[in-house]
């Protein structure tokens, strides 16, 4: 009587197709619901100088946490929702708890000279370049 034993090659094949598809499913995308990254933001360049928009409505500004480290920004903080004692809880979409995201830039920040403004649910970092990471002319004689 023959023994047979499973594919190997066959379990790493179905093994590929399941990352791959996985890897190109909306999962881990953006999205309106909410789905993505928290908070959403856009981040581009104005001069030499990077510019970082973020929604954080509900947000405080005392419970904000911003870090600049090299061309590392970390962005962090907490919302609450209240319901009250007596309320009874049918539906719940808006997003409440701890946040922690952290983003890289192509250039090196001076952390020094950072600033942010809070305003309508909108924070804006203003992230200078560092004078150090700033490409330098050189004449040739």
Not at 36 to 59: C, H, M, Q, S, W
Not at 105 to 110: F, H, L, R
């Amino acid at each position: 009587m023959a023994m047979s034993y499973p594919d190997p090659f066959h379990a790493l094949f179905q093994f590929q197709q399941a990352l791959d598809a996985f890897r190109t499913s909306g999962w881990l995308g953006s999205g309106p619901s909410g789905s993505g990254a928290y908070p959403p933001l856009n981040v581009f360049r104005k001069g030499d100088d990077i510019v970082v928009i973020t929604e954080v409505p509900g947000i405080r500004k005392a419970d904000l946490e911003i870090q600049v480290k090299g061309n590392t920004i970390r962005i962090a903080g907490g919302k609450t929702v209240q319901y009250g004692d007596t309320a009874a809880l049918h539906r719940r979409e808006r997003l409440a708890g701890r946040f922690d995201r952290a983003i890289t830039v192509p250039v090196e920040i001076d952390a020094d000279h950072v600033k942010a403004e809070c305003r309508d649910g909108i924070l804006a970092l203003y992230l200078p370049r560092a004078e150090r990471d700033k490409p330098k002319s050189i004449t040739v004689g």
